[in-house]
């Protein structure tokens, strides 16, 4: 049993979705078959259900790098190979619309926990065959999606973190959130699959506060249907992964 996320390997899950918000996982459940609650503990709730026949642990991971990579640790511990973070992020650039996704095909690691790991000239980037997977399912729902560099970073009100935006917007990297860099980093180290989407609320140079309060509410918004679409686009990959 392991210590933080309260599960071990009798739990028999080869992919994983990883939403940072435990009430996130709300939303995955209509699209899975024999559903059931796991555990929740600390920040770590986990329910399981099948995808096209596939069994698929959903896990959320909290906010920020420290929690995601003792999870992705842990994961690792029980025999888990494939993690799939179904995120939130605000846009650097204009183009991207409130609802839109960003999938990530490498992220700049503003963090602090992926520095922890391994220095800074390691790379951030997604396995290929899962992000091709993301690519395919995004276009063939018919989502609105862009592929590009994304972000993370270690705070959100710090007076500092305007400035970095700033800089980063004029290096055409599209969108920040706080976990991508330490997936991708922990679990490639680890020997994990990894790939991370991310569904826009904040609009380029709109108010973060608003954008992630509105993304809370129970009304169907833009940032609501992207919620929806990120998900589908994760099971659709876990399938083609599965040749299904």
């Known amino acids: 049993m392991q210590a933080h996320i309260h599960l071990d390997e009798t739990i028999g899950v080869k992919y994983a979705i990883l939403p940072g918000d435990p009430a996130r996982l709300d939303k995955l459940i209509p699209f899975l078959e024999d559903y059931e609650e796991v555990t929740f503990n600390r920040e770590y709730r986990s329910i399981t259900g099948y995808y096209k026949g596939i069994k698929i642990l959903g896990m959320s991971t909290g906010m920020g790098g420290v929690s995601t990579a003792i999870g992705i640790e842990e994961l690792n511990n029980i025999g888990v190979t494939t993690l799939i973070r179904i995120g939130s992020c605000g846009t650097l650039v204009p183009g991207i619309e ?42 063939e729902g018919g989502y609105p999606h862009h592929v590009g560099v994304t972000r993370s970073h270690e705070t959100f009100y710090a007076e500092a973190e305007i400035a970095q935006e700033e800089y980063w917007m004029n290096q055409n990297v599209l969108c920040d959130d706080m976990e991508t860099a330490p997936l991708f980093v922990v679990g490639r180290l680890r020997g994990m ?15 973060k506060e608003e954008g992630v309060a509105s993304y809370s509410t129970g009304e169907e918004t833009p940032a609501q249907t992207g919620e929806r679409n990120e998900i589908l686009v994760a ?6 992964m599965e040749g299904k």
């Open 193 to 207: 699959k990894c790939a991370s989407i991310l569904n826009n609320v904040v609009a380029f140079e709109g108010d």
């Open 235 to 240: 099971l659709e990959a876990i399938a083609k």
């Open 98 to 139: 409130v609802g839109d996704l960003v999938i990530s095909s490498g992220c700049v690691r503003d963090d602090g926990t992926s520095h922890a790991y391994i220095r800074a000239t390691y790379p951030a980037v997604p396995d290929t065959e899962l992000l091709f997977a993301m690519i395919q399912a995004a276009k």
